[in-house]
C-alpha cells in the first residue's frame, strides 16, 4: 500500500476498541523477535502480519524506495519454491500473501482458512526468512515499480499528494515517495537488494502478529520453531535527521488533468503526542464524512469541489494534517480562498458541542467497523508494537479522544494549521 492509500484511510484506522486489544497475548522469544497472538473463535479464518522496521524512515534520496523494492523481489520466490508456486500453495489454503514496504514498516501479510494456521505460518516464515532474492529478479521488477511511480505521478491527486509531502518535510524521509524515483531505483542493483534485507530483517526488529481460531499456546510455540533459529544482529543506527520544518509555501504546478486539486495544511502531532486525539477530532470536524465542514460548507452550500476531506496521517515522527479539496479548473481560486477561510473560522470560534459530539461518535465508530476483520486486527497488533506505544494504546486513545473539548480542539487548530503549507495542481 503506498502513501495515497494510507492518507485515504488515515481517517479511520488508528485505533481499535479496548475490548480487542485486551484480548491479545504477547511474548518475547530469545533471540528478540516479538510474537503477539489474539484468539477469535468467531471467524473461520486467520491473518498473519510479520512487521519489519525496515522503510522509507531509513532511507535517502539516492535509495528511495529501496524497502519496497527489496520486498517486490521477495515474492518472486524462496529457496524452496517460485513466486508463483508459494501462491498456488497458499490459495490450496483458501488464503493469500503479500509484501510491501511503507513509511515506518514493511510487511509480510497473509490469511487463510483457520484449520490451515501451521501451513499458513510456515509458509510466512518462509518468504521471510529464506527469500531467494534472484538477481535475475531484479530488472523485471525494477521496470514494473518504475511503470506504478510513472502511473501515480500521471493521477493527478496522487502526484499534489507527493508534491505535498515534499514541500511540507523537505529533507526529512518522511518527504521521499514508498515506491522511490526511476533514479533512485535505477541505483539500487540486487547487492544492494541483498545488503538491504540482511540489515533490517533481524529478530529484534520483527513482530509477528496472529489473530483468528486458535490456541494462542500452539501459535506461541511453532513461532519458537519457525522463527527461534534466526540470530540476533546488530544495532541498526538510523542516520540523523533534520527535524521537519513546516515552510509555509505555495507552490503550484501543471499537469493534463480534469481536475484542480488543492491541499493545504501543516505539522501535526506524532501517534504517541499527547495531542493525537485532539488534532484527530479537528480533522474529522473539517473532513469527517460527508457532515465535515468542507464537504458541507464548500461542496454542498456552495458548490465549490467535488471532493472534500481532512486527512492527519499519524506516523512514528511527525505527521501531517492536510485538507484536500478537487475541484473544476474555474473554481480553483475561490475555492482556495474558502478553504483558507474555513482553516480561519475553526482557528477562531469554538465548535459547539453537537459538532464535537459528531465528530468523536464518528472517529470512534469508524475505528469499531475498522476492527471486524482478523486481517485488520493482526496488523493492528503489529502496528502498535512497532510504533511502540504498547498494546493499551487504543483504550487510551479511546479514552483521549472522549476527553476532548472544544477549548482542545481551538488550541490544537491554532498550533497546527498555524503556518499552511498549500499545494495546487491544475490542468495546462
Do not use: C
Amino acid at each position: 500500500m503506498i502513501r495515497w492509500a494510507l492518507v485515504v484511510l488515515a481517517v479511520g484506522i488508528f485505533g481499535v476498541p479496548a475490548e480487542a486489544a485486551a484480548q491479545a497475548t504477547r511474548e518475547r522469544l530469545d533471540n528478540g523477535l516479538t510474537v503477539l497472538v489474539r484468539e477469535n473463535p468467531v471467524a473461520p479464518v486467520v491473518a498473519v502480519s510479520l512487521l519489519v522496521s525496515m522503510g522509507t524512515r531509513w532511507e535517502e534520496p539516492s535509495n528511495a524506495g529501496i524497502s519496497n523494492f527489496v520486498h517486490a523481489v521477495m515474492v518472486r520466490g524462496t529457496a524452496k519454491r517460485s513466486g508463483a508456486q508459494l501462491a498456488e500453495a497458499i490459495a490450496a489454503l483458501g488464503g493469500k500473501i503479500s509484501a510491501t514496504g511503507e513509511m515506518d514498516y514493511s510487511e509480510i501479510r497473509a490469511s487463510a482458512l483457520s484449520r490451515f494456521w501451521r501451513e499458513l505460518l510456515e509458509f510466512t516464515a518462509e518468504l521471510a526468512l529464506e527469500p531467494k532474492l534472484s538477481p535475475t529478479e531484479v530488472d523485471g521488477e525494477r521496470a514494473w515499480l518504475v511503470g506504478r511511480i510513472q502511473k501515480r505521478r500521471d493521477n493527478a491527486p496522487a502526484r499534489a499528494f507527493d508534491e505535498f509531502f515534499a514541500a511540507l518535510y523537505g529533507a526529512h524521509p518522511y518527504a521521499l515517495q514508498v515506491l522511490g524515483t526511476p533514479e533512485s531505483l535505477g541505483r539500487v542493483d540486487h547487492s544492494a537488494i541483498v545488503a538491504w534485507y540482511r540489515r533490517f530483517y533481524r529478530p529484534e526488529r520483527m513482530t509477528l502478529a496472529v489473530s483468528g481460531q486458535l490456541a494462542p499456546a500452539e501459535v506461541f510455540a511453532e513461532a519458537r520453531r519457525l522463527f527461534g533459529r534466526l540470530e540476533r544482529g546488530g544495532p541498526v543506527i538510523a542516520p540523523s535527521r533534520p527535524a521537519p520544518v513546516n515552510p509555509g509555501t505555495r507552490r503550484a504546478f501543471e499537469q493534463p488533468a480534469q481536475q484542480a486539486q488543492i491541499l493545504v495544511g501543516g505539522i501535526a502531532p506524532s501517534l504517541d503526542h499527547p495531542d493525537h486525539a485532539a488534532v484527530k477530532v479537528l480533522s474529522t470536524i473539517l473532513g469527517g464524512g460527508m457532515a465535515g465542514r468542507l464537504f458541507v460548507e464548500l461542496r454542498d452550500k456552495r458548490g465549490l469541489a467535488y471532493t472534500a476531506a481532512a486527512y492527519y496521517d499519524p506516523v512514528r515522527e511527525p505527521g501531517a494534517l492536510i485538507l484536500y479539496l478537487g475541484t473544476a479548473p474555474q473554481n480553483a481560486m475561490k475555492a482556495e480562498e474558502a478553504l483558507l477561510q474555513e482553516v480561519e473560522r475553526v482557528r477562531t470560534d469554538p465548535v459547539g458541542a453537537d459538532e464535537l459530539s459528531r465528530a468523536k461518535g464518528y472517529l470512534l465508530g469508524r475505528y469499531a467497523m475498522d476492527r471486524r476483520t482478523n486481517e485488520r486486527l493482526a496488523w493492528y497488533l503489529a502496528f502498535y508494537e512497532v510504533e511502540g506505544v504498547g498494546q493499551d494504546y487504543a483504550e487510551r486513545y479511546r479514552g483521549g479522544v472522549e476527553a476532548v473539548t472544544s477549548g482542545d480542539v481551538l488550541r490544537v487548530a491554532r498550533q497546527y494549521l498555524g503556518t499552511l503549507t498549500t499545494v495546487v495542481l491544475r490542468p495546462r
